[in-house]
């Protein structure tokens, strides 16, 4: 059964702080690997990783993804309260997304 | 503008009713899927459409069907017979060139 797992479920760390949160993933037929962030309402995108070893960045997230032990981190560094949110992440495979059960971040100033 | 509408953004329902979720897109995807989530939970799949008249079932699709006339809208419907109702329902399409998915506001749903 496909599965993708996140972890760790929550995360409270401080402004200014880094922080490094993880997913797993054991799919048939990996097409891709999503970051989302989802405040109050929908999910929205952050970044896409189809090859292993390639650093995505944007801004002070940055993402990358390792195929051969089937994982991804998102790093958010120098962290801000507008971080504050569920980073969730997704897997492609056979044209369906995998959803992983998010990672709950809080950032207290 | 492009994007992915739902309506209502917020339903209230009648145990034993059946409602119906509107979700249209005028982003020109195939594809489009309905997702539900609750509270510390990820997105689960509720059915899926990857082309005008044609739709899956997801990993959740007990009490829930779905049509696909046109291929901007793909409405759902929650009948009477989806025993917990209550959750924050997501619509999706997809672009298959950079495989982004996006999403629609949401519809939350609670059953009274």
Known sequence: ??????????????????????????????????????????????????????????GRLSSILDKKELFSILNITATQTGDSAVYLCAVESNYQLIWGAGTKLIIKP | DGGITQSPKYLFRKEGQNVTLSCEQNLNHDAMYWYRQDPGQGLRLIYYSQIVNDFQKGDIAEGYSVSREKKESFPLTVTSAQKNPTAFYLCASIDRDYNEQFFGPGTRLTVL
């Open chain 1, 1 to 58: 059964e496909d599965k993708v797992v996140q972890s760790p479920l929550s995360l409270v760390v401080h402004e200014g702080d880094t922080v490094t949160l993880n997913c797993s993933y054991e799919v048939t037929n990996f097409r891709s690997l999503l970051w989302y962030k989802q405040e109050k309402k929908a999910p929205t995108f952050l970044f896409m990783l189809t090859s292993s070893g390639i650093e995505k960045k944007s």
